[in-house]
């Protein structure tokens, strides 16, 4: 089941302008309240939907401007935008943790706090 419904950017804009922006300057909370409306119409239609998936999720498709990867900066963060580009490097992905503490799946012995430093994942091989 595509627990998705994908909405036309250029769809919304025409019926609904002001609706189509706010997804696009604010889609964290936008998009939320759109799955929410939508998961509620689907379950007047059919009200068993909820015993096949609990969510609904809103896609929206046909953004009009596409940036080029070089241009994206700041602004964008936290908006709704379509990119083009090739990707020629890249690098791993850098742990953003301070402290962590393992448990150990045999005994259930906690390890740590550890300190995470550097730009390698500190990692314990074996419980004490």
């Not at 409306?37 to 969510?55: C, D, H, M, R, S």
């Not at 990867?69 to 850098?94: C, E, M, P, Q, Y």
């Amino acid at each position: 089941n595509r627990a998705s419904l994908e909405v036309s950017y250029l769809d919304l804009s025409k019926a609904v302008p002001i609706l189509a922006v706010w997804a696009a300057d604010c889609p964290l909370h936008v998009l939320k309240i759109y799955d929410e409306g939508a998961l509620q119409v689907t379950l007047e239609e059919f009200p068993n939907y909820k015993n096949i998936t609990p969510t609904m999720h809103v896609r929206i498709t046909d953004l009009p401007i596409c940036d080029s990867l070089r241009d994206i900066r700041h602004v964008h963060l936290n908006a709704l935008i379509k990119v083009s580009g090739v990707v020629t490097r890249r690098t791993g992905v850098f742990p953003q943790l301070k402290l962590v503490k393992y448990d150990c799946l045999k005994c259930g012995y906690i390890i740590g706090p550890i300190a995470q430093t550097g730009s390698h994942e500190v990692k314990v091989s074996a419980c004490p």
